[in-house]
């Protein structure tokens, strides 16, 4: 039974440049959250797709997007990149339906920003 | 402000003996806490987990004790092995939320 998968592993990108990651829920999952993780720091939650929709959106700016597809993978796309976006990106997936339910957790992409 | 206090930053246990990292809260109404351990280079991976109409719970050597009052709850880690030093961080759900708001992680290092 695959885990979360996240692509890509790592990524180096410059200032101003746009970013696109991926993740794969864990099998039965419908629920992807992602977080941000600076180095040092406990992840912070970004936002929420349930049903190909954001369900719910932490505190980061609108350079910050996301879409879910019907298979449940998700992309996490971050616009004009700053030097402070550099982080570990994590995606989380959970079980179908309403409430809430456990996180699991990918391994991440590490995201540096020139 | 919904946030959760972790403590102590780092950790140094013998191997065999007792690991305790603490939490607390305020202000927020949580519903749910976990505890999370993550390798280098790795995602977290849930430890266990607590509802608060529970005062303790206990999986393997891993105990979660929950003091609904003080609004504080701490992991322990019992016969604490050279493998589990990794960061560990607890975790809560604000009732009503689709997200976890993370505590600061706690380096723990057991010494063989």
């Known amino acids: 039974d695959a885990g979360v998968t996240q692509s890509p592993t790592h990524l180096i990108k410059t200032r101003g440049q746009q970013v696109t990651l991926r993740c794969s829920p864990k099998?039965?999952?419908?629920?992807v959250s992602w977080y941000q993780q600076a180095l040092g720091q406990g992840p912070q939650f970004i936002f929420q797709?349930?049903?190909?929709?954001?369900?719910q959106r932490g505190n980061f700016p609108d350079r910050f997007s996301g879409h879910q597809y019907p298979n449940y993978s998700s992309e996490l796309n971050v616009n004009a990149l700053l030097l402070g976006d550099s982080a570990l990106y994590l995606c989380?997936?959970?079980?179908?339906?309403?409430?809430?339910?456990?996180?699991?957790f990918g391994p991440g992409t590490r995201l540096t920003v020139l | 402000q919904q946030q959760v206090k972790q403590s102590p930053q780092s950790l140094i246990v013998q191997k065999g003996g007792i690991s305790i990292i603490n939490c607390a809260y305020e202000?927020?109404?949580?519903?749910?806490f976990p505890w999370y351990q993550q390798f280098p280079g790795k995602g977290p991976a849930l430890l266990i987990a607590?509802?608060?109409?529970?005062s303790e719970k206990k999986e393997g050597r891993f105990t979660i004790s929950f003091n609904k009052s003080a609004k504080q709850f701490s992991l322990h880690i019992m016969d604490s092995q050279p493998g589990d030093s990794a960061t560990y961080f607890c975790?809560?759900?604000?009732?009503?939320?689709?997200?976890?708001?993370f505590g600061t992680g706690t380096r723990l290092l057991v010494s063989p």
């Open positions: 989380a997936s959970s079980k179908p339906g309403q409430g809430f339910h456990e996180q699991f």
């Open positions: 099998s039965g999952h419908d629920t």
């Open positions: 797709y349930y049903e190909e929709e954001e369900r």
């Open positions: 202000n927020t109404a949580f519903d749910y």
């Open positions: 607590i509802r608060p109409d529970v």
């Open positions: 975790a809560a759900r604000p009732t009503g939320f689709q997200k976890l708001v």
